[in-house]
């Protein structure tokens, strides 16, 4: 008979059969109390769906199993020494045979080897040759995880870096290599984290080499991931990490890539699909982006969090705000200043950059530049120097690596944020134009034309952007 249920069975003394007596009251309370304690035991002690496939075995657990492998050996012995004169040879043979099982059963090796430890076994288990991770029906498309890291990631923060296109061939280390490995290695217990980034490597894939894996294009991993983040976000109590961060930014950048068309040319489905909904991807990308800075405003600042996560979405900020020409979200409040620290320590010196490129922007002299202009001009020509300086070195220090790429990002901002100012003068001046235009007295075939102007300059500005 069933254990969880209970049968009350009643007689005819039970005149009310809805009332029951003290006693049956009684039995079924400490029923119900059994009950409720016995699924409480259980949903505390039960497991998440991946964790039986992935365990880690830490140097505590290891000290613990050899400490029970100690007591195991002394009971045992001591159980076969009482009755070893009582039992047969047979039976002697046989309970030897028991006790080596118990001790290679609980030696660590042993243990070891028969756990997927994510600190011993396999030694990079973000690959997920077994499939056992978060992911693991879609385990067959983790070849995409490699395609971004560390070669993809690793290329583009050294050519935003200025780094010379030698250096891009190298495999010497660089100041975020830790990170990519712990992104992937997160990626075997994190559903939000590995679905962003599988949707991220599935559209790198796509525009880069015109196919995707398996066939499961960016909106596949984009629909789990958008459901993981939000479920993560909707827990009471959840934590602000840098995984989280950067699942949103995986989110934004794919949502960008797949709502521009020139990246899509090798794939004409895919274009044509671009084409179609125009810039409306941006929009979801913005949303990622504002709610991504509102998080970290409230957790505390960028300060809190792995230089790599700011970096990341300073990328994808300013590659939004450069297609759709739009100011960006994140506030240049991380611009590292004019000059490295740690460049003195290269043995240079201010007045020896001037030495290095001395004719680059000479000509800027003969030009009629407005004063902020040439101000961000000449802040461009000090960082050339001070990089074509840097990387001359055979190794570079990762503060200074990080400085050269936070300035090349903050002089882009600038004269991202100049550009944009003056395509909106432009467009305020011409408007102005046109009103004045509007109000003076013409002659009636001026009128028809200016009526046909009034009706297409709605258009004729949208198209005055576009050609901006």
Same mark, same amino acid.
Request: net charge negative.
């Given at each position: 008979m069933d254990g969880s249920l209970l049968f009350v069975n009643k007689t005819q003394t039970s005149r009310v059969l809805s009332r029951s007596k003290a006693g049956e009251r009684s039995a079924i309370l400490s029923h119900v109390q059994n009950k409720r304690r016995r699924h409480e035991a259980e $949903?505390?002690?039960?497991?998440?769906?991946?964790? /039986? +496939?992935?365990?880690? *075995?830490?140097?505590?657990? $290891?000290? &613990? %199993?050899s400490k029970t492998v100690e007591v195991k050996l002394k009971f045992v012995d001591h159980d076969v020494t009482a009755r070893s004169v009582k039992s047969s040879e047979d039976s002697q043979k046989q309970k030897k045979k028991q006790r080596e099982a118990v001790v290679k059963r609980l030696t660590p090796a042993y243990a070891s080897s028969k756990s997927l430890s994510k600190a011993m076994q396999p030694? !990079?288990?973000?690959?997920?040759? +077994? =499939?056992?991770? $978060?992911?693991? *029906?879609?385990? /067959?498309? =983790?070849? %995409? *995880? =490699? %395609?971004?890291f560390p070669h993809a990631s690793r290329v583009n923060f050294l050519a935003e870096s200025f780094a010379p296109p030698e250096r891009l061939l190298q495999h010497a280390p660089m100041r975020h290599d830790r990170m990519f490995q712990l992104r992937l290695k997160r990626c075997v217990e994190d559903e939000k984290l590995i679905y962003s980034t599988l949707a991220y490597g599935s559209s790198l894939l796509g525009w880069t080499m015109g196919r995707f894996h398996s066939g499961k294009q960016p909106e596949y991993f984009l629909d789990k991931a958008l459901r993981a983040v939000r479920v993560y976000l909707s827990t009471p109590g959840y934590i602000v990490d840098n995984w989280l961060l950067l699942s949103m930014y995986g989110l934004a950048i794919t949502e960008m890539w797949n709502c521009l068309p020139s990246m899509w040319r090798q794939l004409p489905d895919r274009h044509a699909m671009a084409s179609k909904l125009g810039y409306r991807g941006f929009s979801a990308c913005r949303m990622h982006l504002k709610t991504l800075l509102q998080v970290v405003e409230c957790a505390g600042g960028w300060k809190k969090f792995d230089p790599y996560v700011l970096d990341s979405v300073i990328l994808a900020d300013k590659f939004m705000a450069i297609t759709s020409r739009k100011p960006p979200i994140i506030p240049v409040t991380w611009d590292p200043g004019q000059l490295p &620290?740690? *460049? &003195?320590?290269? /043995?240079i010196t201010e007045e020896e950059l001037l030495v290095i490129l001395p004719r680059l922007g000479t000509g800027f002299h003969i030009e009629s530049l407005s004063e902020e202009l040439n101000n961000i001009l000449q802040d461009l020509v000090a960082y050339c120097r001070i990089a074509n300086a840097a990387w001359s070195y055979p190794s570079i220090r990762p503060d200074t690596e990080g400085w050269l790429f936070r300035r090349s990002q903050a002089l882009s901002y600038r004269l991202l944020l100049h550009a944009l100012d003056q395509n909106a003068k432009h467009l305020e001046r011409f408007q102005l134009q046109?009103?004045? !235009?509007?109000t003076g007295r013409r002659h009636p075939a001026e009128t028809s034309v200016q009526t046909s102007l009034t009706k297409s300059y709605p258009q004729f500005l949208a198209s005055l952007r576009v050609a901006a």
């Open positions: $949903v505390s002690q039960s497991l998440k769906p991946w964790a /039986g +496939f992935t365990t880690t *075995l830490s140097a505590s657990d $290891v000290s &613990e %199993i030694s !990079y288990n973000a690959s997920d040759p +077994f =499939h056992c991770t $978060v992911a693991n *029906l879609d385990a /067959g498309t =983790h070849a %995409i *995880l =490699h %395609i971004t &620290e740690s *460049l &003195e320590e290269f /043995g046109f009103m004045r !235009y509007d």
